[in-house]
């Protein structure tokens, strides 16, 4: 059974930093693509930021210089460091799998962060 936990959200002052963590089970982790989306309220999923299976990194615009995502594939964790935040980053926060030869994708249950002014 495939399980993506997410500890670690929860509340931070603007301009504080908050890591996300994903716990992956399951799959095997170094053979899979992995990202980091957001949904805010009333609003559509989007993509903050992706990792290769190799390390190869990208961030959409909203997140870059701010966000930092990484993995740890002996340990399966996927990580999203958040610097600077900014009220507008709240929203839940989810973990994100994608097989790089299967396509088989999976998502985590979600982690609420909510950033205050």
């Known amino acids: 059974q495939v399980q993506l936990v997410e500890p670690g959200g929860g509340l931070v002052q603007a301009g504080g930093s908050l890591r996300l963590s994903c716990v992956a089970s399951?799959?095997?982790?170094?053979?899979?693509?992995m990202g980091w989306y957001r949904q805010a309220p009333g609003k559509q999923r989007k993509l903050d930021a992706i990792?290769?299976?190799?390390?190869?990194?990208n961030s959409a615009d909203s997140g870059k210089g701010r966000f930092t995502i990484s993995r740890d594939n002996a340990k399966k964790m996927l990580y999203l460091q958040m610097n600077s935040l900014k009220p507008e980053d709240t929203a839940v926060y989810y973990c994100?799998?994608?097989?790089?030869?299967?396509?088989?994708?999976?998502w985590g249950q979600g982690t609420q962060v909510t950033v205050s002014p």
């Open positions: 994100y799998a994608q097989g790089w030869v299967s396509k088989n994708d999976y």
């Open positions: 399951g799959i095997t982790f170094r053979n899979y693509e």
């Open positions: 990792i290769t299976r190799n390390g190869t990194t």
